[in-house]
C-alpha cells in the first residue's frame, strides 16, 4: 500500500486569485499555494516529472534559432535528453510552471492577438491556471497517468474566475493560438523544455475544451487521444 501524498506547498513570485480556494484540494494564501493531491487530482499514479531548470532554458534554449538543416523540436529535444532531470517535488514543478506559462501568457501579448475583449487580466487568468496543468503526466507509452481538474483548463478557469461562455472560448482559442502564429509556437516548442516535453492539446479540429498535457516527445497519439476518450466527459463535467 503507497504512502499518502504529502500536502504540497509552493511560494510563487506573486500571488494567485483566492478564488482558487474554490477547486478541490488548493487553498491559496496570497504567495503561498497549497495543494492536497488526494483531494486535487481524478488520478494519480505517478510521483515523478521532468524538468529543467527555467534560468538554464533562458539563458541556454530560448535564445536558439532554428537553422535549414536543423528544426526546433530536434534543437529543444536535443536539448531536453541533455539536461533534464527528475523530481519527486510537486512544488517545484508547479514553481517551473509558472515561470513558463507567465513567459508564454505575458501581457505584452494582449493586443497582438486579434481577439476583441481579451485584457492582461485574461492571459493571466491563463497563466495561473496552467500552471496547475503542469502537474499533469502522461507517459512516453502514452498512458495518462495524472488528471487533475485543470487538464481541462477551460472549464477549470469558468469555475475559479467566474467566466461567461464567451469568455471560456475567447480564453480556449487564446490557448490554442499558439499553434497558428508561429512565433508563439516557437516559443511554446522552446518554453515547454523546461517540464521535460511538448504541449499536447486534446482538441481534434477546434478548440472544444479537451484541455492538454505536457507530453514526452516520440509519446504515441493513438494511445493518448484514446485515454483522454475515456475520461473526458465524466472528468470535465466534475471540474
Known amino acids: 500500500m503507497s504512502?499518502?501524498?504529502?500536502l504540497v506547498t509552493v511560494e510563487l513570485p506573486v500571488s494567485f486569485d483566492p478564488r482558487w480556494s474554490r477547486m478541490p484540494g488548493i487553498t491559496?494564501?496570497?504567495?503561498?499555494?497549497?495543494?492536497?493531491?488526494?483531494e486535487y487530482f481524478f488520478r494519480q499514479q505517478a510521483r515523478t516529472w521532468k524538468l529543467i531548470d527555467w534560468e538554464k532554458v533562458t539563458a541556454e534554449l530560448l535564445p536558439v534559432e532554428e537553422t535549414s538543416?536543423?528544426?526546433?523540436e530536434q534543437i529543444t529535444?536535443?536539448?531536453?535528453?541533455?539536461n533534464a532531470r527528475t523530481t519527486e517535488n510537486p512544488a517545484e514543478v508547479l514553481a517551473t510552471a509558472w515561470r513558463v506559462y507567465s513567459y508564454l501568457f505575458r501581457?505584452?501579448?494582449?493586443?497582438?492577438?486579434g481577439l476583441d475583449g481579451i485584457t492582461e487580466a485574461h492571459l493571466r487568468m491563463l497563466a495561473e491556471v496552467s500552471t496547475f496543468t503542469a502537474l499533469n503526466k502522461v507517459e512516453q507509452d502514452g498512458r495518462i497517468t495524472n488528471v487533475g481538474p485543470c487538464w481541462f483548463?477551460?472549464?477549470?478557469?469558468?469555475?475559479?474566475?467566474?467566466?461567461?461562455?464567451?469568455t471560456v472560448g475567447l480564453l480556449d482559442e487564446v490557448y490554442h493560438g499558439g499553434w497558428f502564429n508561429e512565433n508563439r509556437r516557437i516559443e511554446s516548442v522552446k518554453a515547454h523544455a523546461a517540464l521535460g516535453g511538448r504541449l499536447v492539446h486534446g482538441c481534434q479540429s477546434v478548440p472544444d475544451r479537451r484541455g492538454g498535457a505536457v507530453a514526452p516527445y516520440g509519446t504515441p497519439m493513438d494511445r493518448f487521444r484514446d485515454e483522454l476518450a475515456q475520461f473526458r466527459d465524466a472528468w470535465s463535467a466534475r471540474a
Open 3 to 6: 504512502a499518502p501524498n504529502p
Open 28 to 38: 491559496v494564501d496570497g504567495r503561498i499555494i497549497r495543494l492536497a493531491p488526494q
Open 69 to 72: 538543416v536543423t528544426s526546433i
Open 77 to 82: 529535444l536535443d536539448y531536453i535528453t541533455d
Open 107 to 113: 501581457a505584452e501579448y494582449a493586443p497582438t492577438l
Open 153 to 166: 483548463f477551460a472549464d477549470a478557469a469558468q469555475v475559479v474566475f467566474e467566466l461567461d461562455e464567451r
